[in-house]
C-alpha cells in the first residue's frame, strides 16, 4: 500500500505504474473518493469537538433554560453524526478497495513489458550439457530410480500430486539442510515459520489481490475446519495455508517498532508451501514442475527506508541463489523481471531460472524483489530513526533461497548418465550419503 499523500503528489506517476503493470484501478476515482473520506472525517471530527463543548457547557449551566438548549443543540449534533459516521463507514470502505489496488511505482531501470516474454536477460552461467545419448526427462529417470511416484501421488494427493521416494528424499532434504547451512555462513536468523497463518499475513504481504480472500483468483488454500481460541470457544479467524515462508516472516514484526541499530534484520525461513496454482490452470501439467505443495528455504530482509541501500541488499540476496546454483553445478540465467510480469507491490525484480534438459528450457528456480515500504504499510512494520526517534516504515525484501521440486527436476536432469543413473552434485553429498543414484 502506498501513502496517500505520495499519490496525491504523484497521482499521474502513479497512473502509468498501474497501466505498465496492467493493474486496472482508477486513480481520478481514487483522489475524488479520498477528497470526500477527508471532508466527512474533518466533519465527524467537528461534530466530536461540537459534542464535547456541549457536554462541558452542561456541567455549567445554572438554569433549566440553558440546560434545554444545550439537551437540544446535543440531539441535533447526534443526529448529523448518525448520519455522517455510515456516510464515512461506506466511503472509506471502498477507499481501501481502492487503495490496496495501487501499486509501487517501479524503479526507473525496470523494463516496461506486458508478459514474461519482455522479461530481461542480463546474464548466464554455466555450459548447457551436451548428451551423447537421447536424455530422459525427470519422469522417465523418476521412475528408473524408484525416486518419484507421480501416479500414486496422484491417487492419493489428486491432480499435480507426488511421492518423493529412496534417495530422492535425502537430495530433496539435503538441498534445504545445504540451503540452510548456506543461510547461516551468510549471517541469516533461521526460523520454521507457521505454514498455517490467520488472514493478515497474507492480505498484508500482498497475496491477496483485493480488500478480502477471493478463491477464485487468490492461488491460496483457505482451511474451511473450524478452529477453536485459547479459552475453547469458536476463533473468529479465517485461516490460509502459506505458499512460501515469507508472508510468515514478514508478519513476525507486525505492529511493531524496531530499533534502527537493528536494521537490517536478516531471517530466513524453511517450510512446506502450499499453492493452488488456478492462474496456471493447463501449464506444465507433466511432472513436478509446478505443484500445489513443496519444499522451499525462503530469505527475507528488514531493512532502512533507504532506496540505494535496498537495492545492494537485492543484489547480495540473489548472489547468495546465484552461488548456489554454481555450486550445485546448475546452469542458470538471470532476468530483470518486466512491469507486467510484476506483481502490484514490486519496485524490482529479477528472477534465476535454471537449465531443465527434459523441457529443454530455463525453467524459474528462484525470485529477488523489493517492495519497498509497500508490504510494511500493510503490516505495520516500522522501526525508529536512530536520530531523533522519527517512526518510518521499514523496506521489505524476500528471495527463494532454493525451492524443492525445479532443483530437484534441474539435478536428474543434468546430472543424468547413459545408463540411467544421475551423479550427485559434490556439496549435497554429505546428505544424501553417495556419490550417484543408480537404477533400481
Known sequence: MLDIQYIRDNAEEVKRAAKNKNIDVDIEKLLEVDKERVKLLQEIEEFNSLKNDVNDLMKEAKTSEDREVLITKGKEIKMQLEIKEPQFAQVKKYFEALMIKVPTVPAADVPVGKSDEDNVEIGKWGNLPEFSFTPKTHLELGKLLDVLDMDRGAKVGGYRGYYLKNEGVLLVMGLMQYALQKMVSKGYTLMIPPTLVKEFALKGSGYFKGVEYDGEIDEVYQVATKDKDVDGGASKDKKFLVGTAEPSLLAYYSD?????????????????????????????????????????????????????????????????????????????????????????????????????????????????SNFLDWQARRLNVRYAEKEGGAKKYAYLLNNTALPSPRVFIAILENYQQEDGSVVIPEVLRPYVGKESIQPK
Not at 517498532?257 to 512446506?272: F, N, R
Open 256 to 368: 511493531e517498532i524496531l530499533k534502527e541499530e537493528q536494521l537490517p534484520m536478516k531471517l530466513c525461513g524453511y517450510s512446506q508451501c502450499y499453492r493452488s496454482e488456478i492462474g496456471s490452470y493447463g501449464k506444465d501439467t507433466k511432472g513436478m514442475y509446478r505443484v500445489h505443495e513443496f519444499m522451499k528455504v525462503e530469505q527475507v530482509v528488514i531493512a532502512a527506508a533507504d532506496k540505494e541501500a535496498s537495492d545492494a541488499l537485492q543484489q547480495e540476496m540473489i548472489a547468495i541463489s546465484k552461488e548456489m546454483h554454481e555450486e550445485l553445478g546448475l546452469p542458470y540465467r538471470q532476468l530483470n523481471i518486466c512491469t507486467g510480469d510484476m506483481s502490484a507491490g514490486k519496485y524490482r525484480a529479477f528472477d534465476i531460472e535454471a537449465w531443465l534438459p527434459g523441457m529443454d528450457r530455463y525453467g524459474e528456480t528462484g525470485s529477488a
